[in-house]
């Protein structure tokens, strides 16, 4: 079966580090391109970042809110991804999903989702 | 920055077509993506290169992109598709969500 299931969240105080996991299956991870999107409490999607397959660079790309304090990475020998969360603020509080990354370029889409991890910021 | 704009909601009867709009300048030159996520679940991609459909996806969704406006449709609305719906494109290596819009069956 295809999945992915995400890891490691919880309560956490500002200024914490929190790191999420995501185990993937069913597909060949070493291959796919793979991104972090998360959603405040009653809030729309926002994305986080990515990072590429190591094959085309493994390089990562950032959202401005998060950039210089989270951490994409990938393990391929595990088929794990994780996302490294430092200096947390409040607003960082979301269920975190991680996801495929699929398509050409500049025509990428989120192709399969994980079930979430809640993270929460909170003195 | 680039910015997508949603309706926040929409109401639609059963069997009547639903469409729900997404707005961001010169959007028709780059792909639009549309995802659905009901209460409690996780996203689902409906339709992604603008009018693709995964597998799996019921043939009522389709998309459209040009101008300024990407366009999800869906025909003859079920109450089973009720339910968020988000608009996503991409600046440069930056990914872009619509603020989403909520779809109700009535």
Redesign the interface.
Known sequence: EVQLVESGGGLVKPGGSLRLSCAASGFTFSNAWM?W?RQAPGK????VG?IKSKTDGGTT?Y??PVKGRFTISRDDSRNTLYLQMNSLKTEDTAVY?CTTV??IA??????L????TLVTVSS | SYELTQPPSLSVSPGQTASITCSGDKLGDRYASWYQQKPGQSPVLVIYQDNKRPSGIPERFSGSNSGNTATLTISGTQAMDEADYYCQAWDSSTAVFGGGTKLTVL
Do not use: P
């Open positions: 991104s999107v729309g999607l926002e994305w990515q790309d959202a401005a999903y699929r398509g500049a025509a990428w889409y989120f192709d989702w994980g079930r979430d």
